[in-house]
């Protein structure tokens, strides 16, 4: 079993819909919790993390951590064409880790 | 700033082949790492060096040497290419959390496409 399990999808909504994307994880130590956005042929880059439990919003995103239940979910509201990419999760122990842990990514499709 | 840079961005080796995948950041970044991307996969630590003249094993290691002789540079080499080895390869840097007080925001590069055939 992986560490970090996340649905690959495809997922295709379309524009305007509120897109829900999730991680789940085994290793309760974790608690830095990040999303990366990849575009076709690029690099991931961070769109924004949260510590421990709790929401974090960003514009139309929203992160939620339910440490609890050990899930994570980025929230997209207001989706865009522009939004269309793979969106993977990660996540770390502690402030000084030099290592992520990486979730195998949802790849999701915003429909004009 | 240009980031973090890598060559050759597409190659296509026979397998035995030997190749050096160079990485590149201007950051003044402490931490590097290689990755490589498969479908289903996700990405998969190679591996990693959170300084000059050190590196270290990451999750997937086989087959594959790393150097890293000055701060800005990240060598991935292939010594004898294996098809298993056709791949999405990715290199990223990161401030060393210890040092900047910064969460480790990783950021990548382009990626190399490689293909062994």
């Known amino acids: 079993q992986k560490e970090v399990e996340q649905d690959p999808g495809p997922l295709s909504v379309p524009e305007g819909a509120i897109v829900s994307l999730n991680c789940t994880y085994s290793?309760?130590?974790?608690?830095?919790f990040m999303w990366y956005r990849q575009y076709s042929r690029k690099g991931p880059e961070l769109l924004m993390y949260?510590?421990?439990?709790g929401n974090k919003e960003d514009g139309r995103f929203t992160a939620q951590v339910d440490k609890s239940s050990k899930y994570i979910s980025l929230f997209i509201r207001d989706s865009q064409p522009s939004d269309s990419a793979t969106y993977l999760c990660?996540?770390?122990?502690?402030?000084?880790?030099?290592?992520?842990?990486f979730g195998t990514g949802t790849r999701l499709t915003i429909i004009p | 700033n240009a980031g973090v840079t890598q060559t050759p961005k597409f190659r296509v080796l026979k397998t035995g082949q030997s190749m050096t995948l160079l990485c590149a950041q201007d950051?003044?970044?402490?931490?590097m790492y290689w990755y490589r991307q498969d479908p289903g996969m996700g990405l998969r630590l190679i591996h990693y060096?959170?300084?000059?003249?050190?590196?270290a094993k990451g999750e997937v290691p086989d087959g594959y040497n790393v150097s890293r002789l000055k701060k800005q540079n990240f060598l991935l080499g292939l010594e004898s290419a294996a098809p298993s080895q056709t791949s999405v390869y990715f290199c990223?840097?990161?401030?060393?959390?210890?040092?900047?007080?910064?969460?480790?925001?990783?950021?990548f590069g382009p990626g190399t496409r490689l293909t062994v055939l």
């Open positions: 990223a840097s990161s401030y060393s959390p210890k040092t900047s007080g910064l969460l480790n925001e990783q950021f």
């Open positions: 060096s959170v300084g000059e003249g050190t590196t």
């Open positions: 990660a996540m770390t122990p502690n402030f000084g880790n030099e290592k992520l842990t």
């Open positions: 290793n309760s130590a974790f608690q830095y």
């Open positions: 950051m003044n970044h402490e931490y």
């Open positions: 949260t510590y421990s439990s």
